[in-house]
């Protein structure tokens, strides 16, 4: 694992480079994330010649970013149950491997508006199976204090590419077609590869057997439940994909239509985009130490909304430019600031998820925009469908009115690891089950309003990490004494249950300990639950309070 570093060293935004895997991951993906920029503008301009509608132009941006909503939940559950690396290498080959198809089948003249956006879905697929792997595995690279540098200078790598990529894509496909340009992106990926197969990341071994697919999505949805600082960024990450969205879809037909431009038209817009987007990651880190997160998204969406709304009146490509300079700064400090939040709110055991289901809310919000802004445009015109993107984008950051982003902060999500499996007198298998807890605890009158408030905090920890059916008692013929009670599955739930407890979870934990006012620690039974048929439950023997 990465070991933490002087603090002096975490104020650079370049301290993530001080790390070689993440200087070379980075370095690979900045050349593939180049060849992506190309074959997106090779699709969208090879759309705007073959399709019969604006709503297909516009259904290419829905194809990239539908596939990251449908798959991303699975992706992340196999981001925290699979090495990363080996999904990482798996999803940049299936992606090299469709690259070259499509590079085949333009070629060969075989492309169809609906071939273009079946290719355009499956290479996207391969982005929704690695995104979740490349995004956890940053905390891999570099300590957990580095992460929103790291996020700020992957958002920089990206945005470098995207401010020069659209350009040359441009001139690619307006000198030698967009079969040049899907070949540029299938080569793209080679570096990356390498890079992949040569890293050996130094990770704890796990002393568990796997999650289920299955249990892992459900584990990780709760936890997404069970958090409700994560559930404002999704709602303002779906607000803001679904608004911010039209831009990018409707860029081609603002430079076809409004602009009367060309493909290179096209790319030098995705460009000016760009360069605002690595103008907005070089101040985010800046930005996040001087305003509030709040005070950011709302900026973000009051700049995005001018950006479409000088995209609808403008009938000069200088002009949108210049517009779409501030639009690119906005994204990017919008959707860094998300993945941060998300990220430093998250501990390693299910950030993949969590991310995961940010994705599926942000991209998700992009893919309905891009075909509701689609129909509108190809019913009243790409300028009326921006004028009503730009309305939306207000009201997206009137939301935080309602639902306003939590206050950073650093929490320790490190595991606790504190826990150690009690001596039984049983001789329990992992799968036995359904494993009853009953915790004992004595508390005077005058703590009792501290320790009930203490203990909702409590209960929500226990449930966002598995827990089930948990409940609060209090004994009626002795008022002193509460009881919390709660189930695991079975004895290997119970396990992974007290394994995800982190250092920040050990502070509520430790405020109820103070609260208890007995001699002996607060007292704990584990018991496992038989059918009356086979006797009555059998008590476990006592032993210390988990976490």
């Known amino acids: 694992m990465i070991d933490d570093e002087p603090d002096s060293e975490r104020v650079s935004a370049l301290a993530p480079f001080r790390h070689g895997i993440f200087r070379a991951v980075w370095s690979a993906s900045l050349v593939s994330n180049f060849g992506g920029l190309i074959q997106g503008v090779g699709a969208a301009w090879m759309m705007t010649t073959i399709a019969t509608s604006s709503y297909q132009v516009a259904l290419v941006q829905a194809s990239t970013t539908l596939p990251i909503m449908l798959f991303a939940l699975v992706a992340g559950a196999i981001a925290d149950s699979f090495n990363r690396r080996k999904v990482?290498?798996?999803?940049?080959?299936?992606?090299?491997?469709?690259?070259?198809?499509?590079?085949?089948?333009?070629?060969?003249?075989?492309?169809?508006?609906?071939?273009?956006?079946?290719?355009?879905?499956?290479?996207?697929?391969?982005t929704a199976l690695n995104n979740p792997s490349w995004q956890a595995s940053v905390g891999d690279m570099v300590p957990r204090a580095k992460l929103p540098a790291a996020v700020?200078?992957?958002?920089?790598?990206?945005?470098?590419?995207?401010s020069v990529g659209p350009a040359i894509g441009g001139i690619i496909v307006a000198a030698a077609g967009a079969a040049a340009a899907f070949a540029a992106n299938a080569l793209s990926y080679?570096?990356?590869?390498?890079?992949?197969a040569r890293w050996k990341p130094d990770l704890p071994a796990s002393t568990l057997p796997r999650e289920t697919l299955g249990a892992a999505m459900g584990a990780g949805l709760r936890y997404v439940a069970m958090s409700p600082n994560i559930g404002k960024v999704l709602v303002r990450g779906a607000a803001f994909g679904f608004s911010a969205g039209a831009v990018l879809a409707l860029l081609p037909l603002v430079a076809r239509d409004v602009v009367r431009g060309d493909a290179l038209t096209y790319g030098v817009m995705l460009g000016a985009f760009g360069i605002g987007a690595v103008g907005g990651a070089l101040i985010s880190v800046r930005l996040r130490q001087m305003l509030s997160s709040e005070t950011m998204v709302r900026m973000a969406f009051a700049g995005f909304a001018l950006c479409a709304f000088n995209a609808a009146v403008s009938d000069h490509a200088w002009q949108t430019s210049l517009g779409l300079l501030i639009g690119g700064a906005c994204w990017v400090i919008a959707l860094s600031h998300f993945n941060v939040t998300v990220q430093m709110s998250t501990p390693r055991w299910v950030v993949g998820r969590v991310l995961s289901v940010y994705q599926t809310a942000t991209f998700g919000g992009i893919a309905l925009g891009s075909w509701i802004w689609g129909v509108v445009a190809d019913a009243h015109g790409a300028e009326l469908a921006l004028i009503a993107a730009?309305?939306?984008?207000l009201a997206g950051g009137a939301i935080g009115l309602l639902l306003p982003l939590p206050q950073q902060a650093v929490l320790n999500l490190d595991p606790l690891n504190r826990f150690k499996e009690p001596h039984l007198g049983l001789d329990l298998k992992l799968r036995s089950g359904p494993i009853a807890i009953m915790i004992e605890y004595i508390i005077r009158e005058e703590d009792v309003p501290e320790f009930l408030a203490t203990m909702a905090e409590r209960g929500r920890i226990r449930r966002r990490d598995g827990a089930r059916n948990w409940t609060l008692a209090r004994d009626l013929e002795n008022?002193?004494?509460?009881?919390?009670?709660?189930?695991?599955?079975?004895?290997?739930?119970?396990?992974?249950?007290?394994?995800?407890a982190t250092h920040a979870d050990a502070v509520i934990g430790e405020r109820i300990r103070a609260l208890h006012s007995g001699d002996e620690p607060p007292r704990v039974r584990r018991m496992i639950e038989r059918p009356t048929t086979a006797g009555t439950a059998i008590v476990m023997p006592k032993g210390p309070i988990e976490h």
């Open 390 to 393: 730009s309305v939306a984008m």
């Open 190 to 196: 080679v570096g990356l590869i390498i890079v992949l």
């Open 88 to 126: 990482m290498l798996i999803a940049q080959t299936f992606m090299l491997v469709v690259s070259v198809l499509l590079t085949v089948f333009t070629y060969l003249g075989l492309i169809t508006p609906w071939t273009l956006l079946a290719f355009t879905f499956l290479i996207d697929s391969g």
């Open 479 to 500: 008022p002193a004494i509460w009881i919390e009670h709660y189930h695991t599955p079975t004895w290997l739930e119970y396990i992974r249950h007290n394994k995800r």
């Open 152 to 162: 700020a200078l992957n958002s920089l790598g990206f945005n470098l590419t995207r």
